[in-house]
């Protein structure tokens, strides 16, 4: 069985920071590539950035320059970190990992349980 756990959320100042991670756990065999997506009240889930296994990287528009993603593959881990955060960016943001379980024949797509990130004007 494999879990993923966030953390890292939390209430911020506009222009303040904050850096969310993510920890896959369980029979991994492999992981290919890691994300984040963000979910705001009343809108659909976005993706806000992606790291392949080879470490390119790729963001929405609306992060670039403040979003750094990065990975951590001894650790099975995923980092967010957010700078110059603005209201806007307030939304539950969920983890997104591709993983090969021992014992199976084909990745699956795995998301966290999602964690707050709340920014104040």
């Known amino acids: 069985q494999v879990q993923l756990v966030e953390s890292g959320g939390g209430l911020v100042q506009a222009g303040g920071s904050l850096r969310l991670a993510c920890t896959a756990s369980?029979?991994?065999?492999?992981?290919?590539?890691m994300g984040w997506y963000r979910q705001a009240p009343g809108k659909q889930r976005e993706l806000v950035a992606r790291?392949?296994?080879?470490?390119?990287?790729n963001y929405v528009d609306s992060v670039k320059g403040r979003f750094t993603i990065s990975r951590d593959n001894a650790k099975n881990t995923v980092y967010l970190q957010m700078n110059s955060l603005k209201p806007e960016d307030t939304a539950v943001y969920y983890c997104n990992v591709d993983i090969l379980a021992y014992g199976s024949s084909a990745y699956t797509n795995y998301w966290g349980q999602g964690t707050q990130v709340t920014v104040s004007s």
């Open positions: 790291i392949s296994s080879s470490g390119s990287t």
């Open positions: 369980g029979r991994i065999f492999s992981i290919r590539a």
